[in-house]
Nanobody
Framework: QVQLVESGGGLVQAGGSLRLSCAAS????????MGWFRQAPGKEREFVAQ????????TYADSVKGRFTISRDSAKSTVYLQMNSLKSEDTAVYYC??????????WGQGTQVTVSS
């Protein structure tokens, strides 16, 4: 089992920045990948970014490339999402996803990000 605690969401003006954090506890020693997803009202949950435990493999959705940066602190079992140049269309609930080797996956509780235009 892996327990996830997200933080860092809030209200920001367009063009501003926020940093999300997702701290994991439990069986993190078998971590394969960590990622962020988001879900806007009335829309499907969509992929935002992911990073391997080693940090060597990073992938971004086209919509956030150049604006968002995913990183991790393995010693703290924490993954971050630095979001810059925020747009109104980035408004969503952001979820952390933690994937273990063997494909067990765990989701955070979600944190609201609201970008005002």
């Amino acid at each position: 089992q892996v327990q996830l605690v997200e933080s860092g969401g809030g209200l920001v003006q367009a063009g501003g920045s926020l940093r999300l954090s997702c701290a994991a506890s439990g069986r993190t020693f078998t971590t394969h990948m960590m990622g962020w997803f988001r879900q806007a009202p009335g829309k499907e949950r969509e992929f935002v970014a992911q990073i391997s435990w080693s940090g060597e493999r990073i992938t971004y959705a086209d919509s956030v490339k150049g604006r968002f940066t995913i990183s991790r602190d393995s010693a703290k079992s924490t993954v971050y999402l630095q979001m810059n140049s925020l747009k109104s269309e980035d408004t969503a609930v952001y979820y952390c996803k933690w994937i273990l080797y063997g494909a067990d996956a765990y989701w955070g509780q979600g944190t609201q990000v609201t970008v005002s235009s």
